[in-house]
């Protein structure tokens, strides 16, 4: 189960880069050098195909948390000690910080809020929260655990429901301080993933046995929340009274798939899967690749940006260049650093 875990989590290392190559894809097809976003640029094939990409590699964070907190759980057998959880939120802190200072020195701005720094890393903060529950969630897994996943699911459910609301371009009274009360960084947006993993982490057997049992249904869910998660982006963006409701959009559909995602590729975990040394290999090194191609792609946009202009007329060019880049040297970067003088550092700059 570990090395599927490993594999799983490798998958989501690698669908880093497209997840943040599309983001600046959609922002050259429906900002940069226009005043509005018309109809044309939001049903061109470019932009189609790129929110396609986003919609199914949305397991990717959701996988990381999953992942976390099955290991939190499976290796501490549910008894988890404040010693462990320090020591790892340690590693944690020095790449949070580095990186982030990295990317606003490139940026060359100064944040305006605490929002602004968390949002850089936001998955690191949460991890950080993940772990100081961790603990809690851990007992209450082990005797309660349904009540656990109900809590867990209500509280993201409600923070999505927000942003569901925000998309369609309403609004009621206390709105906008639900908002800031529940950013992205903060747990309850992604506490089900992690609890998720903390309950099969736990309840491993029993997990697998009634997973395995179900394995075509979850699958059919799988395949048939990703259509309608794509649909229901188009839905809201035409119901909403904005121009555009942006690339990360999370609906009801897109939490669906998620999920079940994940469950799927747990109850399928006799089935051979390709490349399984390389990626397993890529999992083992996810946090760095998280970290690094953040700046590396937005070094490589900045670049072509000012020296070849004319790839933002093939966006999608443009996307498989930063797609390379990104993926690519932040494995190259750690390798460099395991292999260098440099390796004593490693820890803190990738965790």
């Given amino acids: 189960m570990a090395r599927?875990?490993?594999?799983?989590?490798?998958?989501?290392a690698l669908l880093l880069p497209f997840h943040h190559a599309t983001a600046y894809g959609l922002s050259a097809i429906v900002s940069w050098g226009n005043e509005q976003v018309t109809i044309e640029q939001l049903s061109s094939w470019t932009f189609v195909l790129s929110m396609l990409i986003r919609q199914l590699d949305a397991f990717a964070i959701p996988a990381f948390l999953f992942v976390s907190g099955y290991f939190v759980a499976f290796t501490t057998r549910g008894k988890v000690r404040w010693e462990a959880v320090l020591q790892r939120i340690k590693w944690l802190l020095a790449p949070l910080i580095i990186w982030t200072f990295l990317v606003w020195v490139l940026l060359q701005r100064i944040p305006q809020s605490v929002d602004d720094v968390l949002m850089t890393y936001y998955y690191i903060p949460l991890i950080i929260q993940m772990q100081l529950l961790s603990p809690f969630l851990s007992k209450l897994a082990q005797k309660r655990w349904k009540l656990l996943l109900v809590v867990a699911g209500l509280l993201q459910f409600s923070v999505m429901g927000l942003r569901y609301v925000q998309a369609l371009g309403l609004s009621f009274p206390g709105m906008p301080i639900l908002l800031d009360l529940t950013p992205l960084w903060f747990?309850?947006?992604?506490?089900?993933?992690?609890?998720?993993?903390?309950?099969?982490?736990?309840h491993l057997t029993e997990a697998k046995s009634w997973l395995q049992r179900h394995r075509y249904l979850f699958l059919g869910v799988v395949i048939l929340s990703a259509a309608l998660s794509f649909g229901e982006y188009v839905?809201?963006?035409?119901?909403?009274r904005l121009d555009w409701i942006g690339p990360n959009f999370g609906g009801i559909m897109r939490t669906t798939y998620a999920v079940t995602f994940i469950l799927a590729f747990i109850a399928f975990d006799k089935t051979k899967l390709p490349g399984k040394k390389q990626v397993e290999e890529v999992g083992g090194r996810s946090l760095g690749v998280y970290l690094m191609n953040t700046p590396v792609i937005y070094i490589f946009s900045s670049l072509m940006f000012h020296f070849t202009p004319g790839l933002y007329d093939s966006t999608v060019l443009y996307q498989i260049v930063l797609v390379i880049t990104g993926l690519s040297i932040p494995l190259l970067g750690m390798y460099f650093v395991l292999r260098s003088p440099l390796r004593p550092t490693y820890r803190y700059l990738f965790g």
């Fill in 235 to 240: 839905l809201v963006s035409r119901i909403s």
């Fill in 187 to 202: 747990f309850p947006s992604r506490i089900f993933y992690f609890s998720m993993g903390v309950v099969i982490g736990i």
């Fill in 4 to 12: 599927r875990l490993l594999y799983l989590n490798g998958i989501a």
